[in-house]
């Protein structure tokens, strides 16, 4: 049997639960108080081990650490490997792929991170071709997007759930239809894994990525890369460095000779601290469960959704809980300022952003309690109602 999930359970393992209305968890989660003893460590290892702790752990740690976030993916173990963030990662991916033949075009959506579209924009000097399907800035037309992937398509480097409005992509039919076609898939989990549950197998993934930031409370420098086994061999990065040789303390010169399992992957010396940090926001996910996170998570957002209807906003993200993510995109008025209202609900201790064209993010989490929702729609409301007072009190003195 399901127990209840108990937001309270989790609220002292997270210090600045104490001081703010944490709502801002698509774009940094909340710190884990358990990373100060895993930087202590780090220190400790350093200042004690010195030199010996490369071979003590440090080296590893891209492999070891992974095989931690790998729980949360449900990835066989050594399928996962650490990076600094999801930038290197597309770019590393982008360098095994040759875009010289007919099997040149690269397919994601309107919707996809910036970051990722400028790795792919970067490839078309090699001979690739974008084609970036357009959506309604919500939802994507998964028919539309299939249709794009063809027998021409080398790669779909797509969000699993977007960042704007947080639709929840078909990952399933993508990675259907691209296999159909020998099309590759990496998907971009970061705005999933920590409040979506990720299960690579159960899709059949050939590459998933994201970074630790977010909903996994991990912090910065703490990239993550799927491979499926059996697609590795076929891999190699012509972006690498000696942490992806067979033998990297063999310090042979020449070309690369790769590893032949998931460090192959790698490029330089690992990001050890970062790393190691993030397993605290790892250890904690994996307590909670992947399941009761995310249906703590829907029952609020759907609250805060219902709430945010009667108080008259507009949302900007699915109305359907199982095709939306963890966060709820809030429509502004034509002339509403979303970053001054960010900022006036900042001084009352209420932390949420705002994107361009988008609206106001707010994202609960495993440690948000339904009272804090409450707070923030009053708060929105209020100011809502006080700018149109100010201008209401305007229009009636400027004559
Ligand atoms: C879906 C998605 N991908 C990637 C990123 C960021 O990538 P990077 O790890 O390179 O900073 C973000 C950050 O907001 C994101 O939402």
């Not at 037309?141 to 639709?167: G, M, N, Q, W």
């Not at 703590?296 to 109305?319: D, Y």
């Not at 900042?346 to 409450?374: F, K, M, N």
Request: overall charge neutral.
């Amino acid at each position: 049997m399901q127990h209840a999930h108990d937001p309270e359970r989790w609220r002292s393992e997270f210090p600045i639960l104490a001081s703010t209305t944490y709502l801002v968890n698509h774009s940094l989660g909340a710190m884990p108080r358990r990373v100060n003893d895993k930087l202590r460590e780090f220190a400790d290892q350093w200042a004690t081990r010195g030199v010996r702790a490369w071979g003590e752990g440090w080296w590893d740690a891209p492999v070891t650490v992974g095989n931690v976030l790998a729980k949360l993916l449900n990835a066989p173990k050594d399928s996962v490997v650490m990076h600094q963030n999801v930038s290197v990662i597309q770019s590393l991916v982008a360098s095994c792929l040759d875009f010289s033949g007919k099997r040149n075009k690269v397919v994601y959506t309107d919707q996809n991170f910036p970051t990722n579209m400028y790795v792919w924009e970067g490839c078309k000097q090699f001979g690739a071709r974008i084609e970036c399907v357009p959506t309604d800035g919500v939802h994507v037309d998964t028919e539309r997007l299939l249709e794009a992937i063809d027998e021409e398509t080398a790669i779909v480097p797509i969000s699993h759930v977007t960042y704007k409005s947080h639709f929840i992509q078909d990952a399933r039919a993508i990675q259907a239809r691209a296999k159909e076609v020998g099309a590759l898939v990496l998907l971009d989990t970061y705005q999933a894994l920590g409040t979506v549950p990720v299960d690579v197998q159960a899709l059949g993934l050939d590459m998933v990525c994201g970074g630790s930031v977010k909903w996994l409370c991990g912090g910065p420098g703490a990239g993550y890369l799927y491979v499926r086994p059996d697609l590795l061999p076929k891999l190699a990065p012509r972006m690498t460095g000696w942490a992806a040789h067979a033998a990297p303390f063999a310090f042979e010169t020449g070309p690369q000779r790769y590893a032949p399992d998931i460090r192959r992957m790698l490029a330089g010396s690992p990001a050890v601290s970062s790393f190691m940090a993030a397993t605290a926001g790892y250890e904690l996910a994996i307590e909670c469960g992947v399941t009761n996170i995310r249906n703590w998570s829907t029952k609020l957002t759907e609250r805060l959704r219902l709430q945010l209807l009667s108080a008259g906003f507009q949302i900007n993200s699915p109305e359907r809980s199982e095709q939306r993510g963890g966060t709820l995109t809030v429509g502004l008025n034509e002339g509403e300022n979303g970053p001054a209202f960010v900022k006036a609900l900042e001084a009352r201790g209420i932390l949420v952003d705002h994107r361009p064209g988008a609206g106001i993010r707010v994202s609960p989490h495993y440690y948000t309690l339904e009272d804090e929702l409450d707070e923030f729609v009053e708060a929105l409301a209020e100011l809502r109602k006080r700018r149109q007072w100010r201008e209401f009190v305007s229009a009636k003195t400027s004559y």
